[in-house]
């Protein structure tokens, strides 16, 4: 989709996906007192100091993906949340989530993409690490990378919508978003369903 080349537009994109997966893993932070969830190599000792959209706007600065990569990178964290039901988003294991993510989304579609050494520099994490997270994110995911053009839309469609909601404060995002104690992020998409109707996440 052209628009994505727009400056504003990715900067939109980028403040609302930093909202979302903030909020996602702030609930499931709360939902963990009540609810077991696995330790995976994901999960950091200490929660970065570093916000989550400073991480995702650096990530998407040095390692020059394209603004395709960063909705096909939402599209494996929604799949990966569906398919690791107890591995929920939090704040330990999120920015290794979004390195991953991306690294992955730019190998499957770009031209150019850099080594899995850069993309460790970028995440702040070591070459190793970045090595395990990338096996461990695959197999995650059963290997099911393809991004079919309805999937694609679809997720870009909602985007579109729910950043209308960010206009003027961010704040109104609330009124769209019910987390609640969703393990998984607020929206997915039954791709195996030709109609892609949207699936509310049970609260």
Known sequence: MAELENPIVMNKIITFLSSLVQRVAESNDLNSQFQIQKVSVFHGLTIPTISIQSYLERIFKYANCSPSCLIVAYVYLDRFTQKQPSLPINSFNVHRLLITSVMVAAKFMDDMYYN??????????????????????????????????????????????????????????DASLSLGKSLKLHLCFDEDDPSHKQQQLAV
């Open 116 to 173: 899995n050494a850069y993309y460790a520099k970028v995440g702040g994490i070591s070459t190793a690490e970045m090595n395990f997270l990338e096996v461990d994110f695959l197999f995650g995911l059963s290997f099911n990378l393809n991004v079919t053009p309805t999937t694609f839309t679809t997720y870009c469609s909602y985007l579109q919508r729910e950043m209308l909601l960010l206009q003027p404060p961010l704040d109104s995002i």
